[in-house]
């Protein structure tokens, strides 16, 4: 495996702030809206983003994590059980602006079973996409994103992994590649 | 670990501590799921299940069909009473033939001990043990056991004893093997005639005396009399069973620490607990319930996610 790293730390973190802009351009306030983080990874993307949205706007934001286990569409077609991960919404999405969050945007079934989840919990007034790496010519399904932290050109055969400090030991985006596809 | 170590759920003493683990952690997401206004996930829309009893069962056939409907599986209920059975036909023939209408899993009550495990050997869909005679009852031990962890915050080094009919008690015997398999201590309680005679070989401590075995524990698992399983007197009436190992207020009170209350229902109220310390702040018989949907859904989520395609 080659490994290329796409965004370091600095460049992270500028992307995180402009995409923090860039929902403030959207959502205003954000008193009707509320961030929803797809567990197991795109938590820690609103972790960030929580942060500075709540240091540029000098107040709270609303924000949840969506495990999306029981909505996937593998179920039985794996070598292993999948495990779910914490879900916290305890606030209502009812006619709220609801921000879906993950790292990776790849083939689109993650986020098909997370609008399906989200919808067990109500009826949002709008629901958008915000992903930090959008992995481009690869879906299986008609899903895109309303805020794309940066774009990519992908082969199947390649992994894109988003790192975290807390985890990884380091804020970074790096592309995996396997030698033998040259 | 993300994987059952079992094909089917026969009784709790073929599971290991991390199956037990892996159940509750799936159950918690469960528990969460019920608790959304939309109460139902689509993971097993295309396992059809049937629950089949020979015996009767409200709580536990409703908890099992609640458990399965929130799954998105289709569900077949059938019961002994009404059926071929009464007319001759043996349980692998009956079973056999609701399978041959594609049901990938069975969920069987039977009033014999070693049903579900016979039946597991005879049949190619995964069988849940929903109540074998005086053998197991492996997902009351689950939630009972998931009912504590929720209280105490863990099993482990926990006191636990069981007062009642323990002899004929299906819940009794997977709660020990449950509860100690989580790291608990286990008593049972109860006349001389209902505690089994070899039951110490278990490891577990025996005790005749109630007020003794309630100082001693955290937790306090209160059973029925099963009075349709007794074909001897075992004690001279109901009124002396429940003087003698009956809960009341009074000894509550009386205790130097306050425990925490189960039963695993039907509850006889005056008999082996009264009404006040059933409705009481320390019971969590009505949380025990709740939490049986969920711990039956993740049995059955893990089991279904072994099922070949």
């Given at each position: 495996m080659e490994k290329q790293v796409i965004l370091n730390e600095k460049q992270l973190q500028l992307t995180l702030k402009r995409l923090s802009h860039e929902l403030i351009e959207s959502h205003g306030d954000f008193s009707e809206t509320v961030l929803v983080g797809l567990q197991p990874r795109g938590i820690h993307v609103v972790k960030k983003l929580k942060e500075i949205l709540e240091e540029i706007l000098q107040h709270a934001v609303i924000c949840g994590n969506l495990d999306i286990t029981f909505f996937r569409d593998d179920f039985r077609r794996r070598e292993k059980a999948i495990i779910p991960s914490i879900t916290n919404i305890d606030f209502s999405i009812e006619n709220k602006k609801v921000v879906l969050i993950d790292d990776v945007l790849y083939t689109g079934r993650t986020i098909r079973s997370g609008l399906d989840a989200l919808l067990t919990f109500g009826r949002p007034a709008k629901v958008e996409l915000l992903v930090l790496i959008d992995r481009r010519f690869t879906r299986d399904l008609p899903i895109q994103a309303d805020y794309v932290g940066k774009d990519i050109d992908t082969l199947r055969s390649e992994k894109v992994s988003v790192e975290w400090k807390q985890i990884e030991g380091e804020d970074k985006v790096v592309l995996f590649t396997k030698e033998s596809n040259g | 670990m993300d994987n059952l170590s079992v094909d089917h759920l026969t009784g709790i003493k073929d599971l290991t501590k991390e199956d037990i683990e892996l159940i509750f952690k799936t159950a918690d997401s469960f528990k969460e799921v019920i608790n959304r206004?939309?109460?139902?996930?689509?993971?097993?829309?295309?396992i059809t299940i049937a629950n089949i009893f020979f015996e009767n069962s409200t709580r536990t056939r409703l908890s099992f069909e609640l458990a399965e409907k929130r799954l998105s599986a289709d569900v077949v209920n059938f019961s002994a009473s009404g059926s071929s059975v009464k007319k001759g036909e043996t349980l692998i023939d009956t079973v056999n033939n609701i399978l041959s209408m594609k049901v990938d899993m069975v969920v069987m009550r039977h009033p014999n001990p070693g049903a579900a495990k016979f039946l597991s050997q005879k049949i190619k869909a995964r069988v849940v043990n929903a109540g074998d005679g005086t053998h197991e009852h492996p997902t009351q031990a689950l939630l009972d056991a998931y009912s504590i962890r929720e209280k105490l915050g863990t099993v482990a080094g926990k006191k636990v004893v069981i007062v009642g009919d323990i002899l004929h008690s299906r819940v009794a015997l997977s709660n020990i093997y449950c509860l100690q398999k989580l790291g608990a201590e286990v008593m049972v309680c109860g006349p001389t005639t209902l505690i089994p005679k070899h039951i110490h070989e278990l490891g577990v401590k025996v005790s005749h005396n109630l007020l003794e075995a309630l100082e001693w524990c955290d937790v306090a698992n209160m059973l029925r009399i099963q009075l349709e399983r007794q074909?001897?007197?075992?004690?001279?009436s109901l009124r002396e069973y429940s003087m003698q190992f009956g809960l009341n207020k009074e000894i509550l009170n009386s205790l130097s620490k306050e425990i925490v209350v189960m039963h695993p229902g039907p509850i006889n109220r005056g008999v082996e607990i009264t009404s006040d310390v059933a409705d009481s702040k320390q019971s969590i018989i009505l949380q025990q319930v709740e939490n049986g949907v969920a711990v039956r859904m993740a049995v059955i989520y893990l089991l279904a996610s072994k099922i070949e395609r």
């Amino acid at each position: 495996m080659e490994k290329q790293v796409i965004l370091n730390e600095k460049q992270l973190q500028l992307t995180l702030k402009r995409l923090s802009h860039e929902l403030i351009e959207s959502h205003g306030d954000f008193s009707e809206t509320v961030l929803v983080g797809l567990q197991p990874r795109g938590i820690h993307v609103v972790k960030k983003l929580k942060e500075i949205l709540e240091e540029i706007l000098q107040h709270a934001v609303i924000c949840g994590n969506l495990d999306i286990t029981f909505f996937r569409d593998d179920f039985r077609r794996r070598e292993k059980a999948i495990i779910p991960s914490i879900t916290n919404i305890d606030f209502s999405i009812e006619n709220k602006k609801v921000v879906l969050i993950d790292d990776v945007l790849y083939t689109g079934r993650t986020i098909r079973s997370g609008l399906d989840a989200l919808l067990t919990f109500g009826r949002p007034a709008k629901v958008e996409l915000l992903v930090l790496i959008d992995r481009r010519f690869t879906r299986d399904l008609p899903i895109q994103a309303d805020y794309v932290g940066k774009d990519i050109d992908t082969l199947r055969s390649e992994k894109v992994s988003v790192e975290w400090k807390q985890i990884e030991g380091e804020d970074k985006v790096v592309l995996f590649t396997k030698e033998s596809n040259g | 670990m993300d994987n059952l170590s079992v094909d089917h759920l026969t009784g709790i003493k073929d599971l290991t501590k991390e199956d037990i683990e892996l159940i509750f952690k799936t159950a918690d997401s469960f528990k969460e799921v019920i608790n959304r206004p939309i109460k139902k996930v689509p993971s097993l829309r295309d396992i059809t299940i049937a629950n089949i009893f020979f015996e009767n069962s409200t709580r536990t056939r409703l908890s099992f069909e609640l458990a399965e409907k929130r799954l998105s599986a289709d569900v077949v209920n059938f019961s002994a009473s009404g059926s071929s059975v009464k007319k001759g036909e043996t349980l692998i023939d009956t079973v056999n033939n609701i399978l041959s209408m594609k049901v990938d899993m069975v969920v069987m009550r039977h009033p014999n001990p070693g049903a579900a495990k016979f039946l597991s050997q005879k049949i190619k869909a995964r069988v849940v043990n929903a109540g074998d005679g005086t053998h197991e009852h492996p997902t009351q031990a689950l939630l009972d056991a998931y009912s504590i962890r929720e209280k105490l915050g863990t099993v482990a080094g926990k006191k636990v004893v069981i007062v009642g009919d323990i002899l004929h008690s299906r819940v009794a015997l997977s709660n020990i093997y449950c509860l100690q398999k989580l790291g608990a201590e286990v008593m049972v309680c109860g006349p001389t005639t209902l505690i089994p005679k070899h039951i110490h070989e278990l490891g577990v401590k025996v005790s005749h005396n109630l007020l003794e075995a309630l100082e001693w524990c955290d937790v306090a698992n209160m059973l029925r009399i099963q009075l349709e399983r007794q074909d001897i007197k075992y004690f001279p009436s109901l009124r002396e069973y429940s003087m003698q190992f009956g809960l009341n207020k009074e000894i509550l009170n009386s205790l130097s620490k306050e425990i925490v209350v189960m039963h695993p229902g039907p509850i006889n109220r005056g008999v082996e607990i009264t009404s006040d310390v059933a409705d009481s702040k320390q019971s969590i018989i009505l949380q025990q319930v709740e939490n049986g949907v969920a711990v039956r859904m993740a049995v059955i989520y893990l089991l279904a996610s072994k099922i070949e395609r």
